[in-house]
Each structure stands twice: as C-alpha cells, then as structure tokens.
C-alpha cells in the first residue's frame, strides 16, 4: 500500500508491479504517489466532507456511502472516507471498492495488516460505527480467548511470580517443550512491563504496570523440557511487593499470532557501513531493557515518521557478517540487529534511512514470518535461491543449517543480480566455500558487461534444473526463494515444472 512513488509508475515491465503478497499495483497517475498524498493530507484540506467533526456512523449509514466518490470504509470501528485517497492507492481504485460501505478490516488484514493506516488516514477519520463492532480479534480477555482457542490452539498458557529481596521472577508456563529464547519478547519502559510468547502459531501476553520500579537490565531463562520461561527482575529497592501491578491491555490473553498487534520499540543507530554501491550494513542497538531475537527466517517492520506521518516497510535481520557464527562476533548478538538495506534513490524510505545519523533512533516491530528451523529437519540438501536483497534471509538460514543440521551434504547458494558490483558479501560468500566443503555458490548476472563469463539471464527451467542436483536420488531437500516477487513466482513455477513438491518449497514473501 505505501509503496509507491511517484510519475506513471511502476513502468509496464517492472518489478514493482507486484506488491507483496502477490497483488498487483497499478500505474499511478503523474502526482499520485504516497509522498503526494502526505502532502495532501497536510494542505488542511477537508478530506472527510465534514469539516473537522467525528460522526457515529450506523451501520445503515455506512452502508449507503459505497460509491466511488463517496466511498467509506470501516476498519476495525473507524470510519474513513478513502474517495480522496482512490487515485493514490497502490492496489488501485477496485482493491479499495471491494470494501466500499462495509467492514474492510479482514481485506485489509489479508493484504497488508502491517501498514499504519491510522496515520496515512488520520485526514479521512469520519468517526467511529455506532454500533459496537465484533471484538477485534486481538482484544479477546483470557477467559474466552482460552475458551475459543482451546479446539484448536495450544493448551493455554498461565503465569506466576515469586519474589526475593532484591528480585522479582515472572514465570510464565507455556505447556510446550519447543519454547526457546526467541520464543519470547520482553520489554520494560519505565513502569510498564510485557512480555510476548510466541508459542506455535499463537501469542500469549503478560502486559503489567508493575507495582514497583525495577533497574533497566532482567534476565531470560527457559526451561525447556517442561515449557517454562523465567524472566528474572531486580527490583530498585528492598522492598516487599504485595502485588506485581495493575493489568495493562490484553493482559494475560492468548490469541492467534496473526490478530495480535505489532509492538515497537526504538532502537539506536550504531553504525553503517557500505557493502555495495547502493546496500550498506545496518546496525541498531536494542533498548537494554528488551529482550528480542528474531527467528531464522522471519522479518521485522522498521518505522520512520517521514513529512509527519509514520511509514512502516519489512526488513529481513541478517548477522553481522556472513562468518560470524564461525568467529566470535564483534558485539554480542542480543543487543544488536543488523540489516543489510538497499538504497533506491527514488524510494521513499530507504533514502530517509540512509539520512539517518549515527545515534537517531528508528521503531522496530516484532519479528513476522512463517518460516520454521524444523523444516531442517533430516535435510540433506539446501538450495537457496535469492534475487538482489532476496538474500537477507539466506543469511542466517545458511549460519544455522551449516552449523547446526548433522544430516546436512550440501548447500548451494544460486545468487541473482544485475551486474557483479551488485552482488552482496560476494568475498564472503567465496570464502565459506573454502571454509566449508557443503558449500557452493554460482552467481547469475541479467546485466553483466561483456566479459563476465558465469552464468547470465534470469530465473529459468534450464539454469535451475541444472543447479539443483539432489546428493542422492532419495534426499531431503529443501529450497528456499526470495527476491522481487516476479522472480519468486517465476521461480515456484518452474520448481514445481520440474517435480518439486510444496513442502520442498518455502518461499519468503510479506
Ligand atoms: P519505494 O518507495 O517502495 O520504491 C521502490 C522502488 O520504486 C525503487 O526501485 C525505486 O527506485 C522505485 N521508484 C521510486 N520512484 C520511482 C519513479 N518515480 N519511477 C520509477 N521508479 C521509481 N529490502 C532490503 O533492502 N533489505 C531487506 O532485508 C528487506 N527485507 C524485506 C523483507 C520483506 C518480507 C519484504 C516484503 C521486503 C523486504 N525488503 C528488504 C524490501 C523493503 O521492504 C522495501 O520495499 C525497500 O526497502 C524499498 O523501500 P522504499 O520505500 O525505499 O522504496
Ligand atoms: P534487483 O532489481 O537488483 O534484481 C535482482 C535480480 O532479480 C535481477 O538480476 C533478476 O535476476 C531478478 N529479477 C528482477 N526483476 C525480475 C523480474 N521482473 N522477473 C524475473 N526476475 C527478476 O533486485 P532488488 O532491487 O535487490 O530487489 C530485491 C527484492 O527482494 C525487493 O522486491 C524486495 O522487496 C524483495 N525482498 C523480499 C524479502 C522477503 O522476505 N520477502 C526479503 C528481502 C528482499
């Protein structure tokens, strides 16, 4: 949704013609892209019709309001009026109409939950549905989230606390033996403490104002065989508590982990360092008092407020090098996170990033994505296949599986980019094949200069049938594809041409 620039764009050709998750964009006419709406939604224009005031909308009401120019739309009890935005929505005019005079928000939530719509449609609020809507899914209380969930979910989830003189330990029993450190996300701001658990596809949440002020630095500790998660508090006085403190929103709720909300926090810009003409290495430091790792596989969402309004895009972490898990890495890993991000000059985020200075701070979201290490399980050969920055995710998903998966035989990195000065940590990359016999990469240019002798064009039946030789006839193989979406639907079609079946294949999208 918000990521479209401006003049006709995208050109016909482009890869920017699919947004995530498969949609299409459609060209946008000259002034229509998203900087163009922020500078609308600024001018004081009237946008609602309403001059400033916030309605109650029945449902009746909401429901005659279904026409092009005069088209609103409920998103989770808030009313917009989305005609003013129509010609700059990148989906397009129709992807909007499909939820004209209605209750938008599962549309929404399939295509693009993570997008800030309260801030890119502060200027259309037309007010709030009279009628109470369905809880939002993320809102359930315990009791009945437990109660809904208990068919399908995990068996609930409960916490305790316990406390010495100088400590508070909040135990959480997640009934699961598969809880590990980046199973759970703590952060604590001034009185305020919450821990997320992600336990399979669900989120358990503990969200309290404590009753007492804690110092800055806790510890994690899991207990694995029985599921238990001990977050360890030192108190800033010795003193006994009475009780732990006062629930905050959707304290101790279950709920699916698609319905609970993003939480950010700010993290410090500690450095950045060039690694192509237009991709530099990222580094942020966490606030002392989180406690986050994000999965192999999985991204977050960074947040700038740009021209006033906050703009949220998905980053993939990567290590700090791509031997870093064969060295002692240069800070400890659990207080910084690192991205490698390229630079579109024409973009509207990623210039902003780049303006950033050592020390500003950015919003990072907990960690999203589907992908799970048990897919490793057993695996005798990994094939990745990344497009440009569609290699963020192989970073660490190479790390682990080198490290970590015994039945592993070979892993073999195909590696698309335009021209050789593209192509990401290519010294590193050829160094690991060295380091580590499993391993072999193969670069594919679509725009070398004419004396690049390696393999040239785009993603293909002949070059993959090719590259992706089994070690042996009956192997567990797994391949994994990431770059612009064009590349990877091309690419899943062709795995699938060439017999691979789905759980042989896992691709990273949005
Ligand atoms: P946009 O404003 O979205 O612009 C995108 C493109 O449009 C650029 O090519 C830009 O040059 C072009 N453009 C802009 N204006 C015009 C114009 N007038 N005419 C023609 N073309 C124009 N990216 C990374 O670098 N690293 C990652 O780790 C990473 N992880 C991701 C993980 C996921 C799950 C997903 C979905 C994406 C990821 N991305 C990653 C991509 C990232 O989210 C952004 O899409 C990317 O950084 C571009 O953002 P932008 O706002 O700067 O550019
Ligand atoms: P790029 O434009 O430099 O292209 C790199 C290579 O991708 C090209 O050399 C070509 O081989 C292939 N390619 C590009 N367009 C194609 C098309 N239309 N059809 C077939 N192949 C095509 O790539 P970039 O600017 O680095 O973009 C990387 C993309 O990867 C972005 O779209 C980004 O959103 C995506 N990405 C996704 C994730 C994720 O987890 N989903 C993570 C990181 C990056």
């Given at each position: 949704?918000?990521?479209?620039?401006?003049?006709?764009f995208?050109?016909?050709?482009?890869?920017?013609?699919?947004?995530a998750?498969g949609?299409?964009?459609?060209?946008?006419?000259?002034?229509r892209?998203?900087?163009d709406?922020i500078?609308?939604?600024?001018?004081?224009?009237?946008?609602?019709?309403?001059?400033?005031?916030?309605?109650e909308?029945?449902?009746?009401?909401?429901?005659?309001h279904?026409?092009?120019d005069?088209?609103?739309?409920?998103i989770?009890?808030?009313v917009?009026?989305?005609?003013?935005?129509?010609?700059?929505?990148?989906?397009?005019?129709?992807?909007?109409?499909?939820a004209?005079g209605?209750?938008g928000?599962?549309?929404?939530?399939q295509?693009?939950?993570?997008?800030?719509?309260?801030?890119?449609?502060?200027e259309?609020?037309?007010?709030?549905?009279?009628?109470?809507?369905?809880?939002?899914k993320?809102?359930?209380?315990?009791?009945?989230?437990?109660d809904?969930?208990?068919?399908e979910?995990?068996?609930?989830?409960?916490?305790?606390w316990?406390?010495?003189?100088?400590?508070?330990?909040?135990?959480?029993y997640?009934k699961?033996?598969d809880i590990?450190?980046?199973s759970?996300i703590?952060?604590h701001?001034d009185?305020?403490?919450?821990?997320?658990?992600?336990?399979?596809?669900?989120?358990?949440?503990?969200?309290?104002?404590?009753?007492?002020?804690?110092?800055?630095d806790?510890s994690?500790?899991?207990?694995?065989?029985?599921?238990?998660?001990?977050?360890?508090?030192k108190?800033?006085?010795?003193?006994?508590?009475?009780?732990?403190?006062?629930p905050?929103?959707?304290?101790?709720s279950?709920?699916?982990?698609k319905?609970?909300?993003?939480?950010?926090?700010?993290?410090?810009?500690?450095?950045?360092?060039d690694v192509?003409?237009?991709?530099?290495l990222?580094?942020?430091?966490?606030?002392p008092?989180?406690?986050?790792?994000?999965?192999?596989?999985?991204?977050?969402y960074l947040?700038?407020?740009?021209?006033?309004?906050?703009?949220?895009?998905?980053?993939?972490?990567?290590?700090?090098?791509?031997?870093?898990?064969?060295?002692?890495?240069?800070l400890?890993?659990?207080?910084?996170?690192?991205?490698?991000?390229?630079i579109?000059?024409?973009?509207?985020?990623?210039?902003?990033?780049?303006?950033?200075?050592i020390?500003?701070f950015?919003?990072?979201?907990?960690?999203?994505?589907?992908?799970?290490?048990?897919?490793?399980?057993?695996?005798?050969?990994?094939?990745?296949?990344?497009?440009?920055?569609?290699?963020?995710?192989?970073?660490?998903?190479?790390?682990y599986a080198?490290?970590?998966?015994?039945?592993l035989?070979?892993?073999?990195?195909?590696?698309f980019?335009k021209?050789?000065?593209?192509?990401?940590?290519r010294?590193?990359?050829?160094e690991?094949?060295?380091?580590?016999?499993?391993f072999d990469?193969?670069?594919?240019?679509?725009?070398p200069?004419?004396?690049?002798?390696?393999?040239?064009?785009?993603?293909?039946?002949?070059?993959?049938?090719?590259?992706?030789?089994?070690?042996s006839?009956?192997?567990?193989?797994?391949?994994c594809?990431?770059?612009?979406?064009?590349?990877?639907?091309?690419g899943?079609?062709?795995?699938?041409?060439?017999?691979?079946?789905?759980?042989e294949?896992h691709?990273f999208?949005?």
């Open positions: 949704m918000l990521n479209v620039p401006s003049q006709s995208p050109a016909p050709s482009s890869q920017q013609r699919v947004v998750g949609r299409s964009k459609v060209p946008l006419k000259q002034g892209s998203l900087m709406w500078r609308l939604t600024k001018s004081g224009k009237d946008l609602t019709g309403l001059k400033g005031r916030l309605i909308v029945t449902e009746e009401e909401l429901k005659k279904d026409k092009k005069d088209c609103w739309i409920c989770r009890g808030f917009y009026n989305v005609s003013p935005y129509m010609e700059y929505h990148p989906g397009g005019e129709d992807e909007l109409m499909r004209a209605s209750d928000t599962d549309l929404f939530d295509v693009h939950r993570w997008v800030n719509y309260e801030s890119m449609l502060k259309c609020l037309v007010g709030r549905m009279a009628v109470k809507p369905a809880a939002p993320g809102m359930l209380p315990k009791s009945q989230a437990t809904t969930l208990a068919r979910g995990p068996s609930s989830p409960s916490y305790d316990f406390q010495t003189d100088s400590l508070v330990t909040i135990v959480v997640t699961q033996k590990t450190l980046d759970v703590v952060d701001q009185d305020s403490f919450r821990a997320e658990t992600i336990i399979k596809d669900y989120s358990y949440l503990i969200n309290i104002e404590l009753s007492h002020a804690v110092q800055g806790f994690v500790r899991i207990v694995e065989n029985v599921g238990k998660i001990e977050i360890v508090l108190k800033k006085e010795n003193t006994s508590w009475k009780c732990l403190g006062h905050l929103e959707n304290h101790n279950l709920v699916p982990k319905d609970a909300g993003l939480f950010y926090r700010q993290c410090q810009l500690i450095s950045k360092e192509t003409h237009d991709t530099r990222f580094c942020f430091m966490l606030p008092s989180t406690h986050l790792q994000v999965p192999i596989g999985q991204h977050v947040k700038l407020t740009i021209t006033d309004t906050e703009i949220v895009k998905p980053y993939t972490p990567v290590s700090d090098s791509l031997l870093s898990e064969f060295k002692e890495p240069a400890p890993n659990n207080k910084y996170i690192y991205f490698l991000i390229k579109y000059p024409a973009g509207l985020f990623t210039p902003e990033l780049d303006h950033l200075q020390g500003d950015v919003f990072v979201s907990n960690p999203e994505g589907n992908f799970k290490t048990s897919q490793f399980q057993e695996l005798e050969d990994l094939f990745l296949l990344a497009a440009g920055t569609g290699f963020t995710p192989m970073v660490k998903l190479l790390n080198l490290t970590n998966i015994p039945s035989r070979k892993v073999k990195l195909m590696f980019n021209t050789e000065d593209d192509i990401i940590w010294s590193h990359l050829e690991l094949t060295f380091k580590d016999k499993r990469v193969e670069f594919v240019l679509s725009a200069i004419s004396e690049w002798n390696g393999k040239q064009g785009h993603v293909s039946p002949a070059l993959l049938s090719e590259f992706l030789k089994r070690s006839d009956k192997s567990k193989v797994l391949i594809i990431c770059g612009p979406t064009p590349f990877t639907e091309q899943i079609k062709f795995l699938h041409e060439l017999n691979f079946s789905k759980d294949i691709s999208t949005a």
